[in-house]
């Protein structure tokens, strides 16, 4: 039976990779090197060099990812780099032999679907577990030696890209190029998070025992409850009493009902929350995530 799962896990890991391939192939074939236009990343700089020395992309993208590729199985895992090989060179030769058609000359339209045709491809090949370009390996490598988050990194990486662009190609051409990595970046993020990505809600209230089952009755949530003290306000800080601290995690599609039930129990209920980039286990409502 474990083998089946496995078996089953590692088939959809590569439906995922191959309809990752297809579509940012399309999205560069169809849309972004037809109309010179750029992405960010080890795909930019395949495409610049592409456009300076008329250099084929899809040999470039595969000799520019070698030395990611190489840092990957360092730093993540071997299995990691080898799917990434594979991923890499499926997408070199993706590229090179299927003959996808240009679709649009309109630069509106080649930022926005070009971008999110790459991000839809780079999302699906990351839900896969492997990567089709090798910044964010960069990104993770460098982001133990310099104080500075991995989006911060890539962002950095990616101004450079464009203005090079800019100086090569003109600032037009280089601010559509930005709008076409801006709708690929959200459109990875999608992908990846999905429509339930999960928010962390902590409650503080004097109706603790009503909300708690409120959260697992109505809502069916697990919780978790922490014991804290209330009170220390400026006029009266010696005042205090204890009070439980309620947390729990929900999808971001269910927050407004979570504080309109809140609210209702307790209209000064002291609601935080904050974006929960993973969760699993417990009573959640489980996503395929490979």
């Not at 030696?145 to 800019?166: D, H, M, Y």
């Amino acid at each position: 039976m474990a083998h089946g799962r496995s078996a089953k896990a590692t088939a959809w890991d590569i439906g995922y990779a191959a309809a990752g391939i297809l579509a940012a192939s399309f999205g560069l074939k169809g849309f972004l090197i037809p109309n010179h236009f750029f992405d960010g990343g080890v795909t930019g700089v395949a495409l610049l060099l592409h456009e300076a020395y008329e250099v084929p992309v899809a040999l470039t993208i595969v000799l520019l990812n070698v030395p990611f590729l190489l840092l990957g199985g360092r730093l993540i895992n071997r299995g990691f780099a080898w799917r990434m090989l594979a991923c890499v060179v499926m997408f070199g030769l993706c590229l090179w032999f299927v003959p996808f058609p240009a679709i649009t000359s309109d630069k509106l339209l080649v930022s926005i679907f070009g971008g999110v045709l790459m991000g839809l491809g780079m999302g699906m090949a990351m839900r896969g577990g492997t990567a089709l370009d090798g910044v964010e390996v960069l990104a993770l490598y460098t982001v133990s030696r310099v104080s500075f988050t991995i989006s911060e990194i890539i962002l950095g990486i990616n101004i450079v890209i464009f203005l090079v662009a800019a100086l090569m190609l003109g600032l037009p051409t280089a601010l559509y190029s930005m709008l076409t990595y801006y709708a690929a970046s959200k459109t990875t993020d999608f992908v990846v998070e999905g429509v339930e990505e999960y928010t962390g809600i902590t409650i503080i209230s004097g109706h603790a025992d009503r909300i708690k089952e409120m959260l697992v009755m109505v809502l069916g949530r697990g919780i978790t409850v922490y014991k804290g003290e209330r009170g220390y306000l400026p006029d009266s800080f010696e005042v205090r009493s204890p009070v439980d601290i309620v947390f729990t995690v929900i999808t971001r599609l269910e927050v407004r009902r979570m504080r309109r039930l809140v609210h209702a129990i307790d209209p000064k209920a002291f609601i935080v929350s904050n974006p929960v980039k993973e969760a699993a286990g417990g009573v959640l409502k489980r996503r395929q995530h490979h």
